[in-house]
């Protein structure tokens, strides 16, 4: 069960936040080098990978990390710990599960649990629900990517979670990243046989036969 304070936990909240911003900081150093977009790059994936395990053991310990545990800001680091965890497929099933709980009680928003859905589904290779995930498309645009489930009826399941309307959002990111170093890559489809090749070699999807 997780623990409820009436204060946060001052340590396990410095912890969280410390973990997040080695994550971002590092995203920004390999950004800036133009190197952080060729594929998975081997010193994301390790601080990644390290943070999985920390946090893993932080749950067994306290259950989901919550607002009322943790306080808000280290409640949407440890989310976004998860949500970077891509290489963790039993972590991230999990801790949907656990959000979800978090998300019904109030000690987490019901967004974080939609974006978590949808970056499970799209590892998975399956049809998204909110259209929160992101990827290049063959024109070279920022686009959502897997396609959306029942898409005419999206801006009303992003409603429902507090997500702003998808046209928005989309807009958004493409002008963010018209901001930075990421450019759409030369061979899309060999970009997306490279993430299916990688999915299936971290268990999202099942090896070919």
């Given at each position: 069960m997780q623990a409820h304070l009436r204060q946060p936990d001052e340590n396990?909240?410095?912890?969280?936040?410390?973990?997040?911003?080695?994550?971002?900081?590092?995203?920004e150093e390999l950004a800036a080098e133009g190197s952080l977009f060729d594929g998975y790059h081997p010193r994301m994936q390790a601080v990644h990978r390290r943070n999985?395990?920390?946090?893993?053991?932080?749950?067994?310990?306290?259950?989901?990390p919550g607002r009322g545990l943790v306080g808000d800001d280290a409640a949407r680091a440890a989310w976004?710990?998860?949500?970077?965890?891509i290489s963790e497929p039993d972590?991230?099933?999990?801790?949907?599960?656990?959000?979800?709980?978090?998300?019904?009680?109030?000690?987490?928003?019901?967004?974080?649990?939609?974006?978590?859905e949808d970056r499970i589904r799209g590892l998975?290779?399956?049809?998204?629900?909110?259209?929160?995930?992101?990827?290049w498309d063959e024109q070279g645009e920022m686009s959502p990517y897997p396609a959306i489930e029942n898409p005419e009826q999206v801006d009303?399941?992003?409603?429902?979670?507090?997500?702003?309307?998808?046209e928005e959002d989309t807009r958004r990111r493409r002008a963010a990243v018209a901001q930075s170093n990421e450019k759409p890559p030369a061979d899309i489809g060999a970009r997306r046989k490279q993430a299916d090749e990688w999915a299936r070699s971290v268990g999202w999807r099942k090896q070919k036969d």
């Open positions: 396990l909240r410095r912890e969280l936040l410390a973990m997040l911003e080695e994550d971002l900081s590092v995203r999985a395990a920390r946090l893993s053991e932080l749950i067994e310990q306290y259950g989901w976004m710990i998860v949500q970077h965890a972590l991230q099933r999990r801790v949907l599960v656990l959000i979800k709980g978090a998300a019904a009680s109030g000690e987490a928003p019901l967004w974080q649990a939609a974006m978590l998975e290779g399956k049809l998204q629900v909110y259209g929160t995930q992101f990827d009303e399941r992003r409603r429902e979670v507090g997500l702003g309307p998808l």
